[in-house]
């Protein structure tokens, strides 16, 4: 019998587990820091009803656990809206629902990269994405941008480089529409040779459309995984920002021996049954609608941080008018340390995330990233006035 | 430049990554396969209204994403439920919400193996618990088992052996209230054995405590986490069985340390905020209820189903009669090859799983698990008759 020790796990863990690092979010009174939709235009009463509607036609098979994939009918919808939208051939079985855009990224994740790989993203890159690219090991590699999208030859030398010095890339990831934290998207000669380079290198393209269908003005530019016949390009979306991220619903579009692997990781079993009926029922009558609601809603709120902007930052910083989507991008001089301001513009009200947090190389202290999308047009141009005046206190505000 | 090759994943995949073995469910005319609740008691319109109030009042954070941990109200009821039902010590902020104990399941089992390690079981266990262990490389070895539970003598010397044998143990799993698929609960005493012993070789004990509502009758058993006071035991349990699968809602209670870590495996974010609401407003006014309505008709279809089994198989075949829980285990005489026939039956009209797919060995071809909770007192009656005549009609009906 071995001798008794106190109990401890640990040298129990397994290695590639870590601490979770995840902080509860904190909200500062203009809350620009991370992106909700508009709060005020919820579809709560039509997602009660559809739900409702659903429960009484199919209720009784919530008592059955719901396939891995999801839902049956809504990943129907999501194929024709995909076919509709973005011009993409595909069917049902195509598609695997998922708890978010998030879930949809950690099992791509997980199923092409192993630790060392590398990844490509743009300049400047949605969190999340990277947290979970980090998490599992992976290096992730950022590619000049311009308001194209990628800088071509900056990508095919990057490729270059990388796979000369003996490095597996394993895909390029891309928010071509709406990109966040950037805020332009990609044109469409830029999309074609994003995959015209990389299919010469056999790296996948991972097309993360979330924001597709926020667009307020300008004209659409077809998706990346429409230019494709051969498999290149994942595919994945949301229904967080159209809906509400609450609803955790998202879904996931790749080759079946891809998809294959990727529901391998995928633990839980099908996503949430009595999210799925209500968002099927609801999407099916109401989305186009809703959706137009609430675009007109954020050009509102947009607008009103533009005013902002103007009005304080006019010849000092430079921005991007958005044509959709929910992020501003605001480049103050070089040298204006963002970042530094970062906690003191929270605790004196205002939130925001600086460009450092988005850039795999920890460059961008001079920018910042400020959601338009969850505060009133009021709260929007009452928060950047705001954060002048901080900026003005503590010295920061670069001269004009 | 690198010579054009039609594209392929196949030299990308992660060496960890695996082709996903879900095939979709099917179900039997007489399906006693898997384990349903009651399609005819499930709380639809108390779900629906519960959400209707829920997002009355805190509708708009649906515009938020939920925190990892899950819906704090949710959290702080089941710390309550547990405390008092469970006996167990806890606050929220030991809980975190999981997609059904599933999710739970598979974060432990990755927060605590790695491939070779070793995790024990009782002689027959939960097939997505088995499913989940094998996935991430776990060798999964069985305990003997009476109906009190685990057998000391050959827990103590099977910790001993593989200890021995250089393998790392690194829990043991266990469904104490209702065992799926034995339906027995484990005893007391064997609940304090099972602490004592693996507290000598330093190994948690993973209760899975899915069950435990649906007791039809007998006394209750206090929770292995209760009679500890080390830390040693991770407990989860769901919503699955005393809701609806389709809710896709459980959780996991863990010492802080190992929380985090378990977290560091959750995709997707914190669990559906939309279910979790519904779920959270439902519990606290209705849940007990609910809880003994299922549990009537849970006793008639059980009842129905003994008394066919005491018609068709008395004197052939033997059986416990479960005093709570959704499972019947059946045994033949040694030699009834029940896995040959499973599929004749399936096909004949009457689905059911063989004891050896819940057999980490293999073993128990003779024995069958029947779940009585989702077909009507009738169905059961008659597919237990059913599953007789398809017996006799193949020869396999062993002799009274």
Redesign the interface.
Same mark, same amino acid.
């Given at each position: 019998?071995?001798a !008794? +020790?106190? #109990? !401890? *796990?640990?040298?129990?863990?397994?290695?590639?587990? =870590?601490?979770?690092t995840?902080a509860?979010?904190r909200h500062a009174k203009y809350d620009f820091a991370?992106a /909700?939709?508009?709060?005020?235009n919820?579809p709560?009463e039509g $997602?009660?009803e559809s739900? +409702?509607t659903a $429960?009484e036609r199919e209720?009784?098979? $919530?008592? /059955? /656990?719901? @396939?891995?994939n999801g839902l049956a009918s809504l990943r129907e919808w999501v194929a024709e809206k995909l076919a509709r939208d973005r011009n993409m051939k595909l069917t049902a079985d195509d598609v695997v629902l &998922?708890?978010?855009s998030? @879930?949809a990224i !950690?099992?791509v994740i =997980?199923?092409? &990269?192993?630790p060392g790989d590398v990844c490509l993203t743009e300049e400047y890159v949605y969190l999340g994405t990277m947290r =979970?690219m980090r998490?599992f090991g992976s290096e992730v590699v950022s590619v000049k941008c311009d308001d194209q999208g990628f800088i071509s030859s900056d990508l095919r030398a990057t490729l270059k480089k990388l &796979?000369g010095q003996g490095k597996k890339v394993? /895909?390029v990831y891309t928010i071509p529409s709406f990109q966040n934290p950037l805020g332009w998207s990609m044109s469409l000669p830029r999309r074609k040779e994003l995959l015209t380079i990389t299919? @010469? *290198?056999?790296v996948?393209v991972f097309e993360d459309d979330c924001y597709w269908d926020l667009r307020f003005e300008g004209e659409d530019v077809t998706s990346i995984h429409s230019l494709d016949e &051969?498999? +290149?390009v994942v595919y994945c979306g949301s229904f967080?920002k159209i809906l509400?991220?609450?609803?955790?619903l998202g879904y996931l579009v790749a080759?079946k021996?891809?998809l @294959?692997?990727?529901?391998? #990781?995928?633990?839980?079993?099908?996503?949430? +049954? #009595?999210?799925a $009926?209500?968002v099927d029922e609801y999407v099916r009558h109401h989305l186009h609608e809703h959706v137009d609601v609430q675009n007109e809603a954020l050009i509102v709120k947009r607008d009103a941080m533009l005013a902002a902007l103007g009005e304080n930052f006019g010849g000092i910083a430079k921005w991007r008018v958005p044509k959709g989507g929910l992020y501003m991008w605001v480049t103050f001089p070089e040298g204006t340390d963002m970042a530094a301001m970062q906690e003191t513009a929270f605790n004196e009200g205002v939130g925001y995330y600086n460009g450092s947090q988005f850039s795999p190389e920890g460059r961008g202290k001079n920018c910042i990233r400020l959601c338009f999308g969850?505060p009133d047009a009021k709260t929007n141009y009452d928060g950047v006035t705001e954060l002048a005046r901080i900026m003005e206190r503590h010295g920061v505000m670069p001269a004009g």
């Open positions: 019998m071995p !008794s +020790q106190p #109990f !401890s *796990y640990d040298k129990l863990f397994a290695k590639n587990s =870590q601490v979770s995840r509860p979010s991370v /909700y939709p508009d709060p005020d919820l709560l $997602l009660v739900l +409702q $429960l209720g009784r098979d $919530l008592a /059955y /656990y719901p @396939e891995v &998922t708890a978010g998030g @879930e !950690s099992m =997980q199923a092409l &990269t192993d =979970q998490r &796979t394993k /895909y299919k @010469e *290198y056999g996948p &051969t498999g +290149q967080s509400a991220p609450g609803m955790r080759p021996g891809l @294959e692997r990727a529901l391998s #990781f995928k633990a839980g079993g099908g996503v949430n +049954q #009595f999210a $009926l209500a969850h």
